[in-house]
């Protein structure tokens, strides 16, 4: 599941489920779908589901326990430069820098479930 030269992670206790409608859309694709799992620290933490932009050269990939060859996931935690609330209407127009974790792997989620409706992905991810 390599993209770009990036790497995989060991899957430890990490695990993708996928719904049938996920499934048959995955299957449907002719290119992969990119999932990147962005968990933002800023006065408060926020995580959300990032779709199709493909992955950066040095992210570590996710591998996916289905395996599904048009699936790409990667963790990202960033942080803004400064403080935001999730209400901020600006919210998604912070300038953001990657989030030096001494402890990736504490942090990295355990699990991110897909689903396909009204002609669109969508999922979450936990620990």
Known sequence: MNSEGAVPARSGRWRVELSEAARRALDARAAPLYVEMELF???LIRKRLLWDQPP?????LMPSS???????VWF???????CALPNDAA???????DFPLSRR???????????Y????FCGEFGW
């Open 91 to 97: 919210l998604d127009d912070l300038p953001l820098m």
């Open 41 to 43: 620290f800023s006065c």
């Open 76 to 82: 990202h935690p960033v942080m803004a430069q400064h």
């Open 117 to 120: 409706r009204s002609g669109a």
């Open 105 to 115: 792997e504490a942090f990295r989620p355990h699990w991110l479930r897909l689903d």
């Open 56 to 60: 950066p050269a040095d992210a570590v």
């Open 66 to 72: 289905d395996d599904h060859p048009r699936l790409v």
